[in-house]
């Protein structure tokens, strides 16, 4: 049986390779990245019952889009990783919500609401908010 996985290991030694890289990768970004857009939420973010119109709307279409475009696709791998991240060492929930954050999408607001009302990442968000010195996160209106 030791055998087996060692000949197992062996003939995948690359593919364990990227796996352990992808995982080093996502752990320290995620200690980086996370708190970062984490602090920068306003306070008062969750507690409207509708979102607020983007601070971009003003540019021109072509940047608009463009930068819209990007923060989705950014938005979308930072959620990805997070999904890897339930499994792998890092901030798994927090980088989905982040990722979710970063995304638009038909009921993205209340999908967003919906995970914040949940006291375990609430408690999370505030926990890296008051080590960066920033309010706590109101809560969402029931």
Partial sequence: MGTGMFDFLSNHANTIYLLTLLSITTFVASLIFIPFLVIRIP???FTDAYRHESRLRHLHPAVYYSL??????LGLVIFIAGI?????????VLSMLVGLSLTDFPGKYRVERWLVKKPAVLHSINWIRRKARQPDLLPPDT
């Fill in 43 to 45: 306070k008062n973010y």
């Fill in 68 to 73: 819209i475009t990007m923060k989705n696709l």
């Fill in 84 to 92: 890897l991240m339930l499994v792998l060492p890092g901030q798994g």
